[in-house]
């Protein structure tokens, strides 16, 4: 079936740095979405992406969905402690079902 | 709002039983979903349904059968339990699909039903 590729797998990193992941897709989507899931959670919804080069912020995060609407990408400033967790992104397709990424396992050391 | 309820939270299954893993929501939502989650792995689309009466298969059906008799409740029924079906089961709902904008926005996860078949 549809996979995401995701990447890294895993980062280690000091509190204060900053940390970026990717998302490739062989299939075109028309919405980007960026979750955080922290253990025995269900994924929280950090950024959605709706439109081929959009870049969107919220607070420390920053996302853009790719221009051939096959690719995207999150990146965190200034890390903190409670950014810890598993990052997923997902592309919607029709009827809103959602493909995920394998995740990226985020450590931040204080 | 209560948002979208899965129960149980936590089952022990053994080989071959059956069960049913109950989600209700209560915001009127027409699309509804059952996804799993394997250990160190992104969530996977089980079924979905679009509005009462109406459901599909998605990437990873086999071993499940879904019903939607009402648009508040879409239960997920494991017939045979196996300990591939081990996993973590979320539901979720959206008011849209994909064909209004800032769908993505509205998507409503479940807390997770954690299940071990042994």
């Known amino acids: 079936g549809q996979q995401l590729n995701q990447s890294p797998q895993s980062m280690f990193i000091q509190e204060g740095e900053d940390v970026s992941m990717n998302c490739t897709s062989s299939?075109?989507?028309?919405?980007w979405l960026w979750y955080k899931q922290d253990p025995g959670e269900g994924p929280v919804l950090l950024i959605a992406?709706?439109?081929?080069?959009e870049l969107t912020s919220n607070g420390r995060l920053t996302a853009q969905f790719g221009i051939t609407r096959k690719d995207s990408f999150l990146n965190i400033s200034a890390s903190i402690p409670s950014d810890v967790g598993i990052y997923f992104c997902?592309?919607?397709?029709?009827?809103?079902?959602?493909?995920f990424g394998k995740g990226m396992k985020l450590t931040v050391n204080p | 709002n209560a948002g979208v309820t899965q129960t149980p939270k936590f089952r022990i299954l053994k080989i071959g039983q059956s069960m049913t893993l109950q989600c209700a929501q209560d915001?009127?939502?027409?699309?509804m979903y059952w996804y799993r989650q394997d250990p160190g792995m992104g969530l996977k689309l089980i079924y979905y349904?679009?509005?009462?009466?109406?459901?599909d298969k998605g990437e990873v059906p086999n071993g499940y059968n879904v019903s939607r008799s009402t648009t508040e409740d879409f239960p997920l029924r494991l017939e045979l339990a196996a300990p591939s079906q081990t996993s973590v089961y979320f539901c979720?709902?959206?008011?849209?699909?994909?064909?209004?904008?800032?769908?993505?926005?509205?998507?409503?996860f479940g807390e997770g039903s954690w299940l071990t078949v042994v």
């Open positions: 997902a592309g919607q397709g029709p009827f809103g079902k959602l493909v």
């Open positions: 299939s075109i989507f028309n919405t």
């Open positions: 992406l709706y439109k081929a080069g």
């Open positions: 915001m009127n939502h027409n699309y």
């Open positions: 349904s679009v509005g009462a009466g109406i459901t």
């Open positions: 979720a709902s959206n008011p849209y699909g994909t064909e209004i904008a800032l769908s993505g926005n509205t998507i409503y």
